[in-house]
């Protein structure tokens, strides 16, 4: 007795008889699942293929928002200098990590403070290394530059600076 082989490429036949019967029983059940639930006879109602309701469902379920304050909604209210502090700058100012003066120290703020507000305001943003530390622009957040500035001038006041923080952004 001869024992059943494998079907060849060479021979025509490459697909398994049992693939073949698989889909010989599920196409025909298929089409007639879409049939007997009517979706075939359903057109899409006018209002659907508007303009504006295409437009709609184009729309993205979710933004995002950068670092680029031109990803900012125009009225988004800009933080105050206290909350940029506690936010971001507690961080280093708060232990004076880094080479940074630390949060209230007039000691160490001075010489900075002697600088000018518009200094302190350009090193916050752009960054600065000096020979005692450095830092890193905008403190490595995200901030617009007036929120910087606001920081700035809320620690300048904090080690006896008679900083105000700016409704707009100085002149640097």
Not at 19 to 42: E, G, K
Not at 141 to 165: C, H, N, P, W
Request: aromatic share 6%.
């Amino acid at each position: 007795m001869s024992q059943p082989t494998a079907p060849s490429p060479a021979s025509g036949n490459a697909i398994p008889p049992a693939l073949v019967r698989i889909l010989a029983a599920a196409v025909p059940i298929l089409i007639a699942c879409f049939f007997l639930s009517r979706l075939h006879d359903h057109p899409v109602p006018p209002e659907m293929m508007s303009a504006a309701a295409v437009a709609a469902r184009l729309q993205p379920v979710a933004r995002t928002s950068g670092a680029d304050s031109a990803d900012k909604p125009a009225t988004a209210a800009l933080l105050n200098g206290r909350a940029v502090y506690e936010a971001t700058c507690v961080a280093c100012h708060g232990g004076g990590i880094a080479g940074a003066p630390k949060f209230g120290d007039r000691k160490a703020w001075g010489p900075r403070i002697a600088q000018g507000y518009a200094v302190l305001v350009k090193h916050a943003i752009e960054g600065y290394t000096g020979k005692y530390g450095m830092m890193p622009p905008k403190g490595g957040g995200s901030y617009e530059d007036l929120e910087i500035a606001r920081a700035v001038a809320y620690m300048g006041k904090q080690a006896g600076a008679a900083f105000t923080e700016p409704d707009s952004m100085p002149v640097r």
